[in-house]
């Protein structure tokens, strides 16, 4: 029986979405306009998320470093295209301790800016290259619709920023950081994703190029869910970063700047969960295991003592439900809060030597001999619950991904069953704003390394250059 | 030897103290006026410092949120004393998506306004409490005079903000709290602190009264390193959180908030560093031993990295410093970044079966069997370390504390070795404008469990009734 605060998923999906965030108490809208309140629960999943990441990078040589949250107007427009992309977007400092200020500040909507200028500052030589820096932080961006984590003013990131000797060294770091998000987004939150390099129109604003990692919902809706940029030099001659090469000359430095935001909650909420509520998958779920005693004998609180024990050695993340609450009310909350395995232990149960296991994914209840090795038993069931989650999302991706070679196709797929359309383009952007026109389809990237599945472009009809993957956004 | 870029701090204690912040590269100065960029070694002892926080206060019952950077006008005015008190000192967002904002809207320079409005609409009953909640976030207050960590426009921190059925509940909340600080300081920083209660003059503006941690420099000056404030029902009745309390009566809550910031790292640098640069606790040591291997030989490459993986096993946090710089530049760098232990492997030293051990306290170099147990060896020498570290800031701290009875004995303190002055206080604000005459000596807290040392004020010669510690502060 779905939990009756929760809109059906298939009826209303933005309902559902907004109501799932709510009963899992994730977050909760505030008093100031756009911004988003995170709650223990919501915000506990991004430090799982920030934990898992931060470890990756450090193991990748990154080192984490923080920049000021303002940036004087003089600094930001340094480089054109950057504030030509962000301008309409920033929210002004022009009041400072009673004062008006000579020259107004944003707030960092993403911080290039600061990392050049301070790179500017400290490299000189090649002997001082490549610089790894990432920060954690919040940025702001003027958003005039919002959702929470998948679109707000205010919202929360790590962003990479590195300096180079080579082209080709930069280069591969912008591909090797498109891979450690790849392995994150697949073998930690468990969706399926999509690689491949932004079109010209759809690249970040100062970048030589954009690559990105784009998922699609449960709705058929695609999400760009994180990205990774090369500037070349693009940046490091607007802010003077020089440095004297192995022939001892002046170079310029080569540039990569990448990040993952907030959003990706809202892409867990998006593919996994259900009518039920948040499902979570083990690897990122701040609480994997929930106990829930039924009844007050004193065997039951000790038997499950005994089991919290028992997994909390191992190192595995796990509750008791002590409240004064019904067993049923219990098993709700649990769902709804997206545990991944529920142990349900109640007197009669231990008389006949039994514990039951809830499986969060399936709803299956598993009944296993109290005497089990609870530690592998519940080890297994995450691993499954883990791969099933990725399985299930992949098929929808999969069925939800066509091949199409005619406009009509895209229309009617993305009026009746959206998703990711696979499609030849000519590499004019024209052909993109006419794509557009249906439903807001874009351009989510250019896959470089697939086969062509047709020689002309899917609007125009002149000559294919391209196999991109195409969806409506979030 | 001392460091040649770094000042005596018998000398010139404010250019030292810049020194060994830019030798150690722990922050450097940015193109935003007031603001500091945390570069790694800076931002390392800050995750050190989180990282361990933020254990003991999830132990104790408390949960991360995140609440949005900025406050709208009208929501930081309800309550008088706080906007009366951050007013001055605040920076005001008037532009959003190149419009003019309807309201204005500041960067929180903390945020009781924003827990109080999310508390108002989430407590009902008393079942709901107590809600305990804490965020790790940056803040921004428009000083005039900055210095990097001790005083900037934007600073780092964290703060709790709790609210609870009983005003008994919410006072041992804040005491507690305090007591954490106090553990933290002493355990981990090697900070002996003085724990007591801010004067009327000097609590936090809407506070009802407000707990204080005060630490001594080396110089003898004074800092407020963390704070723990009662609010009693003050942002309850502003703000309007009520709950039916156990009579099923409307009651306004009891509350707290507590925060200490990324000032702690210039108490670390204040209190331990010395003229070689940085000291560091190795409690809060992001690196704690640096191995320096001494000449090329396979054999001593082969000696570094048994020695790397026997202390990394024993999550001892340990590098290797395989650079292609002199050994004698290795050292001085391993000393001026603060590691408490170095450990030198030679080709010849192998031939006579001897390790060095470097302490950075004492600069004492000990010779080992180069088959001694090395974990056994280091954790011995970092417990040393620790406690060396205590005593000797204990010891100055002691030193540098006076009880005075005449208005004389503090100006001649103050004007020649300046430190803690214990004097006894009528509770009149005027007298204590009087002793700000004296090079700007201010009340730090009244210790409220020590036995009074006279029975008059030490400036108007009223009867006392504090036993107060004084003191000049940054």
Redesign the interface.
């Known amino acids: 029986m779905a939990n009756k605060a929760i809109t059906s998923r298939d009826v209303d999906f933005a309902k559902w979405y907004t109501d799932v965030v709510r009963a899992a108490k994730l977050a909760?809208y505030?008093?100031?306009k756009g911004?988003?309140?995170?709650?223990?629960n919501g915000?506990?999943i991004?430090?799982k998320m920030q934990a898992v990441l931060d470890k990756m990078f450090k193991e990748t040589g990154h080192?984490?470093?923080?920049?000021?949250?303002?940036?004087?107007e003089n600094?930001m427009k340094k480089e054109g295209e950057l504030i030509n992309g962000f301008?309409?977007?920033?929210?002004?400092?022009?009041?400072?301790?009673?004062k008006e200020l000579e020259e107004?500040?944003c707030?960092r909507p993403t911080s290039e800016t600061?990392f050049s200028?301070?790179y500017s500052?400290?490299v000189r030589s090649y002997r001082d290259l490549p610089l790894k820096?990432n920060q954690w932080?919040?940025v702001?961006r003027?958003e005039?619709e919002t959702r929470p984590f998948l679109r707000s003013?205010?919202f929360?990131w790590q962003e990479g920023h590195t300096v180079h000797e080579t082209s080709m060294e930069a280069e591969l770091e912008t591909k090797n950081m498109l891979e450690t998000y790849k392995t994150f987004f697949e073998d930690y939150l468990a969706i399926p994703v999509i690689t491949g390099k932004k079109t010209e129109k759809e690249k970040f604003a100062g970048a030589e190029y954009t690559l990105t990692v784009e998922a699609l919902m449960y709705s058929g809706v695609s999400l760009q869910s994180g990205t990774s940029h090369y500037f070349g030099q693009k940046f490091s001659k607007a802010y003077d970063i020089k440095f004297s090469n192995r022939q001892n000359e002046l170079e310029y430095v080569y540039q990569t700047s990448w990040g993952v935001t907030t959003r990706m909650i809202g892409a867990l909420i998006m593919v996994h969960s259900d009518d039920d509520g948040l499902v979570l998958p083990p690897k990122i779920a701040p609480t994997q295991v929930m106990i829930i005693p039924i009844g007050e004998s004193e065997e039951v609180k000790t038997f499950c003592d005994g089991v919290y024990t028992k997994l909390k050695e191992k190192n595995i993340s796990v509750e008791v439900d002590l409240t004064e609450k019904s067993p049923g009310f219990k098993f709700a909350e649990a769902e709804v809060n997206g545990i991944p395995v529920r142990i349900e232990i109640g007197a009669r149960d231990l008389e006949n030597n039994e514990i039951t296991i809830a499986r969060r994914d399936t709803k299956e209840k598993i009944k296993l001999n109290k005497n089990i090795d609870i530690v592998k038993a519940v080890e297994e069931v995450m691993n499954d619950i883990q791969n099933n989650l990725f399985e299930r999302a992949k098929k929808r991706r999969d069925e939800l991904t066509y091949e199409c070679h005619k406009l009509e196709e895209v229309e009617r797929i993305m009026n009746t069953k959206p998703g990711f359309v696979k499609a030849m383009w000519c590499g004019d952007e024209a052909c993109e704003v006419k794509m557009k026109e249906i439903r807001g389809t874009k351009s989510r990237c250019i896959l470089e390394n697939e086969t062509a599945i047709d020689d002309k472009c899917i609007v125009c009809g002149k000559e294919a250059k391209h196999l991109v993957v195409w969806g409506i956004q979030y």
Chains 1, 2 share one sequence.
């Open positions: 909760d505030s008093n100031v911004c988003t309140v995170f709650e223990p915000y506990a991004w430090e080192k984490n470093v923080y920049m000021p949250v303002l940036i004087p600094l301008a309409p977007e920033v929210a002004w400092v022009t009041i400072g301790g009673n107004r500040m707030i600061l200028d301070y500052n400290k820096y932080c919040n702001m003027w005039k003013r205010e929360l």
